[in-house]
């Protein structure tokens, strides 16, 4: 009877400490076979981790162990699944595996003239914060896991240096932390070959290290020097690279939560993850992903600068800037002089999306104006239609305003404008339909349809206390930063991905402000409660907190609170 009643107290014990198995919907592609991230009980001795599983005849090999997330990765060679994994005592939470890749963000032409005009600092004031305050993120430690950070590129150099350099190769260097936990070939899905060379093989990681600390102002080397001078927005801080991608392909969760076990036992003071996706598409628009959901925390939602650097043609007296499509290489279209302008217009006197191949006659020679909806065929369709048709190019009226990059690996020219471009196109059109192009062959700057407003791009949701995401927004649209070398330098890119370093930045100045660590989730709420807000891009209507959050940053009403 003793026996029998211990079985029951057991059985009881087991269903009282069952786990949870936090289960993806079915469709998900991201999801590594049988790999799943374990959390045990407090309770539960790391050393015992293995054998929890092992004394129930569930094979496995570990993945990863963790330190201060008390669990483990495991690959299940047993077939057991992860449903079943929760149900063992002790053991406290199951997740899959999953694979994030690179976000995705939208690359411009390589030139600028104007520093004032691309740095967005004047937006957030940070500018003033540099100047007035003497703010520069100096005695700060940001870690950035990513691709990497190309280490050796001058504007990571400590002062007085040409070169920068990684702590584990030298003294003094800015770049003073990190670990590369992958390799060069992994993609997410094979074996990682971690070294302790964090070196950026991508572009992503460096250009989201610019953006927090770069300093390319006085560059020597003509050959190195940026298309113009600007700088981060905490020049001074020091850097830890922690490497989680390689040079293409996407991140597994216990690559990215050893990076930030390391991270955070480097010091690090902030972690930027500009990893990929804001809202979890498999929950839908109203799931936000995790990482975005800690109490110290803040998910970032992107604004557009105000100015932007773009290629640019003249109609009708009226120049209007451009964005040539990827698969053009993004150089600039030059069509020949005698083009002119065919909008693709519908009875009621809209302008078709060109879906329709029977709507592109009478095209032969000319440029044809498009709709840019996406939502009924891709544009390597229209550029087919176009080109059969005899068109020379196409552009595409954004929607809803700002210029938007058009993917996709064909050649024919395409180039995207603004909203209101196509517009006042369409009415100099019908005024007169003879009316010819003008290519310039420079990019300039252009103020931005929709600059100084949320991006179009930014993501929005809710955790599952229904607490509304992003927290606040940064500049995002448009920003200058470095590259690697290799890879030319600099570049300027649009996206979240910018808008997050770029607060990290900034929190890096409130904490020098205040000579001291502030904890996250105290920085999150002064951040919160001190940033302004803004309209929608062409309204006069503010912006939903739905997708600017608490509203654009701004480091100077920050630091000159006094609650």
Known sequence: MKFFAFLSVLSAATLIQAGTFHSIKKGATNIIPDAYIIEYEDDVQHESHSS????????????????????????????????????????????????????????ATKDVK??????????????????????????????????????????????????GCFGRHGKDCRVAHGWDFVGDSYNGYNQPKPDGDPMDCYGHGTHVAGIIGANALNIASKKLKPPQPFVGVAPEVTLGAYRVYGCEGGASDDVILAAMEMAFNDGMDVINMSLG????????????????????TSSVASFENIYGFYYSFSYAGKIHPYAPSEGFGNKPILLPGKSTLMPLLLENDTLADGCDGTLYQNSTG????????????????????????????????????????????????????????????????????????????????????GGGAPSAYSSLGMDGDLRSKPDISAPGGNILSTYPLAKGGYTLMSGTSMATPYLAGVQALYMQSKKAKVPGRAVRQILKNTATISKSAGSKTLASAAKQGAGLVHILNAIRSTT
């Open 366 to 449: 000319k440029v044809v104006l498009l709709l840019g909806d996406a939502s009924n065929c891709d544009f390597k369709s229209r550029a087919a239609y176009a080109k059969k048709a005899g068109a020379v190019g196409i552009l595409i009226q954004s929607v809803p305003s700002a210029i938007t990059q058009i993917g996709g690996d064909f050649k024919f020219p395409i180039g995207s404008i603004e909203n209101k471009a196509g517009l006042d196109m369409i009415q100099a059109y019908k005024n007169n339909s003879k009316t010819k192009f003008s290519w310039g062959k420079d990019p300039d700057n252009f103020l931005v349809q």
């Open 277 to 296: 996706g804001g809202t979890d598409g498999h929950e839908g628009a109203w799931m936000v992903a995790d990482a975005g959901l800690g109490d110290s």
């Open 52 to 107: 929890l599983l092992s004394t129930r005849s569930i094979a496995h090999d570990v993945r990863k162990r963790f330190d201060i997330f008390h669990g483990a990765a495991v690959d299940i060679k047993s077939g057991h699944s992860g449903e079943q994994i929760a149900e063992i005592p002790g053991v406290k939470n199951v997740w899959h595996v999953t694979v994030h890749n690179v976000p995705k963000v939208v690359k």
């Open 114 to 163: 104007d520093p004032e005009a691309v740095s967005p600092h004047h937006m957030t004031g940070v500018d003033v914060a540099h100047k007035q305050y003497k703010l520069t993120g100096k005695g700060i430690k940001i870690g950035v896991i990513d691709t990497g950070i190309d280490y050796k590129h001058p504007a990571f150099a400590s002062a007085g240096e040409e070169e």
